[in-house]
């Protein structure tokens, strides 16, 4: 897309709270066993980056739903929320 500008998606997944999170479980364990012995919970979740190219900042959020809706996480454990940004201009 030569006339399209450059978005940078930051995707934050993480399991609904009515999920059970074994991964995080174990990870306060071991905190625990550091001696971080105030860690009161632990929930564990995906950060993916996603560089795309998309006429408008609308448009690049509304691809951005579609991934995540359709791939990037499972709608039925797994919620998740998206920071869309414009990149700057690289130099020609």
């Known amino acids: 897309m030569a006339d399209g500008h450059t978005y940078l998606a930051k995707v934050y997944v993480t399991l609904k709270p ?6 995080g479980l174990t990870v306060k364990r071991g905190l625990h066993a550091l001696g971080f012995a105030s860690v009161a919970t632990v929930r564990m979740g995906k950060y993916l980056e996603v560089r795309l190219q998309a006429a408008t900042r609308q448009e690049a ?12 996480a499972n709608p039925v454990i797994e919620e998740y929320r998206f920071e869309v940004e414009e990149m700057a201009a690289s130099p020609r």
Do not use: F, R, W
Not at 18 to 23: E, K, R
Not at 64 to 69: H, L, N, R, S, T
């Open 61 to 72: 959020e509304a691809h951005v739903k579609g991934m995540c809706d359709k791939l990037l």
């Open 18 to 23: 009515t999920v059970n999170d074994p991964q």
